[in-house]
């Protein structure tokens, strides 16, 4: 099942927030481009619920296995984008830190998360979904051109305040 997020699921948002971290560390392969201590930690889950935009993914035991955040803030790089689908900025509702346990992978989750991201965002009247991920970040850049989203450039970042950072850009017509 995948909901907003209640209160007592933020130390385990977290936890795969380090979960994948460790992950990065342990196999040397780094495509999220996050910083431990810096993005996403504890306070990044908290302010995501406090402004009622987390969603997770809980199994039927009730462990949370995924997290994302949907709202409608384009990053202020968006605006260099080559978006082909017209949209004011109140019908553009926007996918950030989509998150799958790494014990949970490869398991169709996170196409669940983006199905669900949609839904969601069709729901709230919302015309067009956006979201980025570092251009070295394969998994999601194999992932949102299968689920029929569309390459919208590469814009150049100052990734959360610590690290220059290139991000593709991807956009689908809901």
Known sequence: MIRLA??????????????????????????????????????????????????VGVDEDGVVWGSMNLNGCQLPEYKNGNWSIPAEDSQVAVIHTLTIHPARAGQGLARQMVAYAEETARSQGKTVLRLDTG?????????????????????????MGYAKRPLNLYEKKL
């Open 6 to 55: 209640a209160e007592q699921n933020l130390p385990a948002v977290a936890a795969i927030y380090e979960a994948i971290l460790d992950q990065e560390d342990a196999t040397g392969i780094r495509y999220t481009g996050w910083k431990r201590g810096a993005y996403p930690t504890a306070d990044t889950a908290r302010g995501i619920f406090e402004a009622g935009t987390l969603y």
């Open 135 to 159: 251009v070295d970040n394969n998994p999601t850049n194999h992932l949102y051109p299968a689920l029929g989203y569309r390459f919208a450039g590469v814009v150049d970042t100052f990734f």
